[in-house]
């Protein structure tokens, strides 16, 4: 909102933007630090579309418009860039049902380079500030709420992840950090429905990273979690480890007697 | 009593001398002593409905713990208890009042995970038990009852263990009754009444909890705890069926005395499935509803599973297609009712009914306390083997979605495969079991006719290698001779012997077909000439050892 009332800076904020580690909202009010980023972005954005010709157009095309190997990137934001590049999804290493993570093949300064270039064709969720990632003072019940009511379907209620149809998955969200997680709900990776700051508040979103948070530093009150993946593998360690112990006893005795 | 007196020696020690004691003072109480006497024989798969009755009791004892704290009622209340990730959040009385017992009842955590680990042993002991029941023929007359009292055991114990589960009124367990509430509204013309009668209205209602923990903590205990009783009796009265073996017969019992080294070795026995159980409990969580969240109908989490023995149910539920038929303004669903309803139904009166099919097929209607070795059954070996397989296929799907992330597969490729393996693979279990046992009995009755293998080879003075084979032993040979062989039903023909039609001439001619498919293949075992006439050459053979040394 604030870009398109200044229409005429609109260059400069979406720069501002690009630079990865700003909102808009705060490129907006820290009006004194914006003009030194936007300098630094505009050598950023040149450096960011040489990478991008580089690695990427083949398949979102030479100005990010896409092609029949990968949409176009138009509007994604930063964030977007941030999130598929730096978890390694991108570059795609070929046709796959989703695409996997994997160790990042570019640096952090490449990865800011590609976002700050793919944020300047077009303007969309920007990579979130420090600030926006504070979950000191969330509120951690309603995050759990937030969590069941509108992710456990898909990553399930430890955040263990689960299964989609055709083979895609929703991945186990104990190894992602605040930053994935945010970005991830802005952008909506894949078959991940975006969640605007309209639909999760920018507090709620907080709420919920404070939960998976949590929920990743606890340790389990009932001893071992057996993966946290609910009935399935409880029935198989019943099976396996507790039928299988006592029948061992059984056929002793019965042996001892012998 | 000399030889009562043998086996306390026997058994010596601590036990020896205790049971004297007790032996001194009930000398005088004959109906005790006679039931002191009682003789049970040992084999380690007779403990496996010890292990039922065991679990059963520590389920006993450790619900009765929970019931002091747990309340049942959907009352909505704010949840204040140590668990912060749940602080402040609305939630039912029920929920709460676990929440409060995992986290601020002294050792409810650890009695809440004996309870559910407990549960888990007990109906899987249960099913085992009935395996080792089924594979030996110990269902065959007399016993034919004490099975059909078995599988109301097993219907029920699944039954009081699914009501358990749903007490907690977490989202995982509301998950599961709602679709148990959805295949109760698949019941054709009467579903939504019965429904509505049972959550007292619209689901999930205020009155259900309530209405479930009686149905849990009185009415299926006491129903089970009657039968088990009727059960036990019936086992101590009609007597405990023994393997075949030296000095076993039809009319004996060759074992321990219930009293005192039975029932020593039952304690200890006791004893250890309560330590397993506890020692489990205190390493493993089960069912961790902390992490679920209070159940509301507007939430789901992906990897929603029962507790295992529903798993078939719900695998049955995710692989039927989506059929459904309208009817008169009625929807029926067949995506509910046939997993749901109508495979249970028929695969447990096939289970009830088992022991009658068998004996109408076989013809035998004689008394059998000696118990059949597997492979001395083939056809019900493999028909048991066959009813395993299509269970696990069952099963698996149960926990597809699980198996699609663990492996990296397409759940739907899962279904698709399962769909066709459900209908492949219980054959050829039926085709392959078969053939296992049956290759089995031809080796019995060679190790009969010709010894077994010793693996020592010689070689003859004329070149010639040979195994040295040596007659078995005298136990395993009362094993193996003690198969029981039964002649498949020889039934008038569809027309007699001067070709006039046979009224009871076709369903004869049927059920000697069936009986032909049960028995026809059958290895006999060596007749008393084939002994003889083998014996004599098996002394050659190791009389042409000696001399070749
Ligand atoms: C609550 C569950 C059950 C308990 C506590 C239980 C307990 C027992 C015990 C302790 C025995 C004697 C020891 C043994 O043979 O293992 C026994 C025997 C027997 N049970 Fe069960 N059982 C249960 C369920 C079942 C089921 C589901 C079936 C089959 C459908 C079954 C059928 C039988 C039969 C036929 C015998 C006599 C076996 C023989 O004499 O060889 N029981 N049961």
């Known amino acids: ?258 | 009593m000399s030889t009562n007196k043998a086996i306390d020696t026997v058994a010596g020690g601590k036990a020896g001398v205790v049971g004297n004691y007790l032996d001194d003072r009930l000398h005088g109480a004959s109906g005790v002593k006679k039931l002191l006497n009682k003789v049970f024989p040992d084999h380690w798969s007779f403990m496996l409905g010890e292990i039922a009755l065991y679990s059963f009791i520590i389920l006993l004892l450790s619900g009765t713990y929970l019931t002091l704290w747990f309340k049942p009622s959907m009352t909505e209340v704010v949840y204040n208890g140590s668990y912060m990730p749940l602080k402040g959040v609305k939630m039912s009385e029920a929920y709460a009042s676990t929440l409060d017992i995992s986290f601020d009842v002294r050792a409810g955590l650890l009695m809440r995970q004996i309870h559910h680990w407990a549960a888990l042993f007990f109906v899987a002991a249960v099913s085992v038990h009935l395996l080792r029941v089924f594979f030996t023929g110990a269902f065959r007359k007399p016993r034919e009852i004490n099975w059909v009292i078995g599988t109301l055991l097993l219907v029920l114990a699944i039954l009081e263990g699914f009501a358990g589960y749903s007490l907690p009124d977490d989202l995982l367990s509301g998950t599961g009754l709602r679709i148990a509430e959805g295949i109760v509204q698949a019941i054709p013309l009467l579903g939504t009444y019965v429904a509505m009668f049972l959550f007292g209205g619209e689901f999930p209602g205020n009155d259900f909890i309530s209405r479930l923990y009686s149905i849990h903590i009185l009415l299926v205990p006491g129903i089970l705890l009657a039968l088990v009783s009727a059960h036990l009796i019936i086992v101590f009265y009609q007597k405990h069926t023994q393997f075949p073996g030296a000095g076993r017969t039809e009319s004996n019992v060759v074992g321990y005395r219930l009293y005192p080294i039975y029932m020593a070795k039952a304690g200890g026995f006791f004893f250890i499935v309560f330590g397993v159980t506890t020692l489990i409990a205190a390493l493993v969580t089960i069912n961790p509803i902390w992490l679920y969240g209070p159940y509301t109908p507007s939430q789901v989490t992906a990897g929603s599973q029962p507790d295992w023995y529903i798993g078939w149910l719900d695998g049955a539920v995710r692989l039927t297609p989506n059929w459904e038929t309208n009817l008169l303004g009625h929807t029926i669903s067949w995506n509910l009712l046939i997993p749901a309803l109508i495979i249970p139904g028929i695969m447990f009166t096939a289970l009830g009914v088992y022991p009658w099919i068998e004996a109408w097929v076989t013809g035998d209607k004689r008394e059998h306390h000696l118990l059949d070795r597997p492979r001395n059954a083939p056809t019900r070996t493999g028909l048991g083997v066959m009813a395993i397989s299509f269970y696990l296929m069952l099963w698996i799907s149960g926990g597809n979605d699980i198996i699609a992330t663990a492996f990296s597969l397409s759940i739907n490729e899962i279904t698709w495969s399962l769909r066709v393996l459900l209908f492949v693979v219980p054959p050829l279990s039926f085709v392959i079991t078969k053939r296992a046992c049956l290759g089995l009995q031809r080796r019995d009755r060679d190790k009969l006719l010709h010894g077994y293998e010793t693996g020592r080879v010689l070689r003859l003075p004329h070149g010639e290698y040979i195994e040295v084979h040596a007659p078995v032993s005298d136990e395993e040979r009362a094993v193996l001779l003690g198969k029981n062989d039964v002649a498949p039903l020889q039934l008038g023909s569809a027309t007699d012997a001067n070709g006039v039609a046979n009224p009871k001439g076709k369903s004869g001619a049927r059920r000697a077909k069936l009986s032909e498919w049960f028995y026809g293949d059958n290895v006999p075992v060596p007749s008393a000439a084939e002994l003889e006439e083998a014996a004599h050459h098996l002394a050659h053979a190791s009389h042409s050892e000696i001399t070749s040394h």
């Open chain 1, 1 to 258: 909102m604030a870009l398109s009332r200044r229409h005429p800076a609109a260059v400069f904020a979406v720069l501002a933007i690009a630079l990865g580690t700003t909102g808009a909202a705060y490129a907006a009010v820290s009006a004194s630090t914006a003009p030194k980023q936007v300098v630094k972005s505009a050598t950023q954005v040149e450096q960011g579309k040489s990478l991008f010709l580089e690695g990427c157009s083949s398949c979102h095309g030479l100005a990010a418009q896409g092609s029949s190997d990968g949409p176009s990137l138009i509007g994604v934001g930063s964030a977007a860039v941030d999130f598929q590049v730096g978890s390694g999804r991108m570059p795609l290493a070929g046709p796959a049902v989703q695409a996997v993570s994997k160790p990042s093949q570019y640096s952090e300064s490449e990865i800011a380079a590609l976002a700050a270039y793919v944020a300047s064709v077009g303007p969309g969720p920007a990579i979130p500030t420090q600030d926006m990632l504070k979950t000191d003072g969330a509120d951690l019940a309603l995050g759990g709420e937030l969590f069941r009511t509108n992710c456990s379907q898909c990553h399930s209620v430890s955040g263990k992840g689960g299964a989609l149809s055709e083979g895609r998955w929703a991945p186990n969200l104990m190894g992602a950090d605040g930053k994935e997680m945010y970005e991830a709900m802005v952008t909506g990776p894949q078959n991940m429905p975006i969640f605007s700051d309209k639909t999760i508040t920018v507090e709620e979103k907080q709420a919920i990273i404070r939960y998976l948070q949590e929920l990743q530093k606890q340790e389990s009150p009932g001893g071992a979690a057996l993966g946290r993946l609910g009935p399935v593998t409880e029935g198989l360690f019943l099976f396996i480890v507790g039928l299988g112990a006592l029948i061992v006893v059984a056929v002793w005795i019965g042996a001892k007697a012998k």
